[in-house]
């Protein structure tokens, strides 16, 4: 006999295992379990039948899985809480009996603990760091701008403000900025390491105020989680690059408001990872080293020879044959890469001359189209105004190619500015005030001024903009996102703004043509005055179609008259019955006639559209009939969708539409 099943002892409500529980089996507080969740990555569980799972209560509970509690069980950061708590209350008794020696030493060795093998275990390759490394340099961005309260002390926004700026230092070495966007939320920033898109905000350099219901104990958590991260992910970053992490720090710069200038990069020789010559070393972002020979050699050349020193003592027996297999893969790629394709006989014959394009040629082609945006402010020279943003401004300016010797400000924005005010080299100088009359003509025809949106639509189009619509008390233009797929919205049938169409080279915008009462006026107008005309022209004679066979030919099918010769027939036939006057008469009644040709075709073409529309909606009927249910269900959810799409894209054509009629108004 089978044995009997015990209720609650298997199943759900075995597999889960409520808050309290996990509380109560870890013997920590609320707060420390939260936070443990935080740094393990556990989250709550909804189980199928919560009455199962809580032994017959269906009162609302949180779950977890109970192999997920169990496997908190065995962290070392659950035991150096436990020490923490210990220690805690041993500081409590030594202040309370005023033993201030003791109670110095307890601090002295209070129990601490680190992350490290947190971020092993939940990254284990260094792609999975860096896609979950959005959220970590936003966050860290923004206790970075946040003031020193009680709540958050001065030591962890100087940590946070470091970190951010050896990123930051890290996307303009590599030039790895793709994307900026002002939003209202904040500044966007994509950038592009390793293969991975990577996208961050930083929050405008406002007042921020704290509201007094944030629990910045979960914030802190969460910031303990991501320093560590993002420590990891620099290290590997500058290691690849051949440089020293963490960069060298001058406190005095950074007192000094310097920004990056308060970092220096410096390569990874043996003299500098020693701690030789420190203060010999200049910055340099070179990624290679300079060998006793002379010779340059970097770190992944060194990788490489050792992997193909080991490989060599691995299979020193089969190196011939290593190596005949080694040409053939090398010369099979060789041709995959230069594959052409073969044409057929009859293709060769039809396009003899034609070039079909290599992978190298496209290769190459993508890789020059980026180097030119990445030196796209190279041969220029920028100063920033104090009343900008120079840090975001100066990121934006370096990661595409702008030197730093040839950026300035104000220097109420802080030390270290290369170039002066009164610079002749000045070449874009970035404003954002009105400029007095005097001002402008002092340097007129020596330097443009902008707006600093200009820089961003300068960076978003990989190419150096007119400035002129950019000017100081300018209405900027409209400053289009890029991470929006204009083309792609276009073909669904989204609203696309007129300046993206322009850029995309779409036919223009339902909003900037006229509508379909507009033309049907136009349209009575027309044929009325049409009427009149022809009421005032007198009917062509039978005696003059008789004599004029070109012109009667040319009247009674005016759209094909080019094709057929037939103009210039009837042209030549006035010419001879009545010289310049009776040319202009049938060149009137030419355009008369076409004119009337065309309103037959177009109310034939409103017609046959109508009825195709019609024979569309009969179709769709009839398709809907041979759905199953679910099918149907699906198909009407979509056509409710898009529906709901283009209500809104008609909504924002006719916002567009008003605005320009009032810009019209204005300026008349």
Wanted: hydrophobic share 40%.
């Amino acid at each position: 006999m089978a044995k009997i099943k015990q209720k609650g002892k298997s199943g759900a409500a075995k597999n889960y295992v409520t808050r309290n529980q996990a509380i109560k089996k870890l013997q920590v507080t609320l707060a420390d379990f939260r936070r443990l969740c935080i740094l393990k990555g556990i989250f709550p569980r909804q189980p199928k039948s919560v009455r199962k799972a809580n032994k017959g209560s269906s009162a609302p509970t949180t779950f977890f899985f109970a192999k997920d509690i169990a496997y908190l069980q065995h962290e070392p950061v659950l035991q150096s809480l436990r020490e923490h708590k210990t220690f805690a209350k041993k500081l409590s008794r030594a202040i309370g009996r005023r033993e201030w020696a003791a109670a110095k030493n307890l601090d002295e060795s209070k129990p601490t603990y680190r992350l490290d093998h947190i971020i092993k275990e939940r990254y284990p390759t260094f792609r999975d760091s860096l896609k979950d490394i959005d959220d970590a340099l936003s966050l860290l961005t923004l206790f970075a701008n946040l003031p020193a309260t009680d709540k958050v002390s001065a030591e962890v926004i100087a940590t946070c403000s470091r970190l951010c700026a050896e990123w930051q230092l890290y996307v303009m070495k590599t030039k790895a900025l793709k994307k900026v966007f002002l939003s209202i939320k904040g500044i966007y920033f994509q950038a592009e390491v390793n293969g991975e898109t990577i996208t961050w905000l930083v929050p405008y350099l406002f007042t921020q105020h704290i509201p007094s219901d944030i629990d910045f104990r979960i914030m802190y958590t969460f910031l303990e989680l991501y320093q560590t991260l993002l420590g990891f992910v620099l290290f590997k970053l500058y290691t690849d690059e051949n440089l020293v992490y963490p960069p060298r720090f001058d406190a005095t710069k950074d007192e000094q408001a310097a920004g990056f200038g308060a970092l220096s990069l410096d390569p990874a020789s043996a003299a500098v990872l020693r701690g030789e010559n420190a203060a010999a070393v200049a910055p340099s972002t070179s990624s290679t080293v300079i060998t006793a020979s002379g010779k340059k050699v970097s770190a992944r050349d060194v990788k490489k020879q050792i992997k193909a020193i080991a490989k060599s003592g691995a299979v020193a027996d089969d190196v011939d044959e290593a190596d005949e297999a080694d040409e053939e893969e090398a010369q099979i790629e060789a041709e995959q890469d230069q594959f052409v394709e073969q044409p057929s006989k009859s293709a060769e014959e039809q396009e003899s001359s034609a070039h079909l394009t290599t992978f190298d040629e496209i290769q190459a082609a993508s890789a020059a189209s980026e180097g030119a945006a990445n030196g796209l402010f190279t041969p220029y020279v920028f100063y920033i105004s104090r009343e900008c943003p120079r840090a975001v401004i100066e990121f934006v300016l370096r990661s595409f190619g702008a030197l730093p010797g040839r950026i300035g400000w104000d220097m109420v924005a802080g030390a270290g500015s290369a170039v002066d005010e009164d610079d002749a080299r000045i070449t874009h100088h970035i404003i954002d005030r009105p400029v007095p009359a005097g001002g402008m003509k002092k340097y007129a025809g020596k330097r443009v001024f902008v707006q600093p949106q200009y820089i961003v639509d300068c960076a978003n189009a990989r190419k150096l903009l007119p400035a002129g619509a950019y000017g100081p008390g300018q209405t900027l233009p409209p400053h289009l996102s890029p991470f929006v797929d204009d083309a792609e919205v276009a073909r669904r049938g989204g609203y696309v703004p007129e300046e993206a169409r322009e850029q995309l080279g779409l036919e223009a915008d339902a909003a900037a043509a006229p509508s379909d009462d507009d033309e049907d006026d136009e349209d009575v107008d027309e044929e009325s005055a049409d009427e009149d005309e022809d009421a005032e022209e007198e009917p062509t004679s039978k005696a003059e179609e008789s004599s004029r066979p070109a012109l009667a030919a040319l009247l009674a099918d005016p759209a094909d008259a080019t094709d057929a010769g037939l103009l210039d027939a009837a042209e030549l036939e006035a010419e001879a019955a009545g010289g310049e006057d009776a040319l202009e008469e049938m060149r009137r009644k030419h355009a008369a006639a076409l004119k009337e040709a065309k309103k037959k075709a177009k109310g034939s073409s409103a017609g046959g559209a109508a009825a195709r529309k019609s024979d569309e909606q009969e179709a769709k009927e009839m398709t809907k009939m041979m759905m199953s249910n679910r099918q149907r269900k699906l198909y009407e959810k979509l056509n409710y969708s898009s529906g709901k799409r283009a209500e809104e894209t008609a909504k924002l054509q006719q916002k567009k539409k008003a605005l320009n009629k009032k810009a019209a108004k204005a300026r008349k």
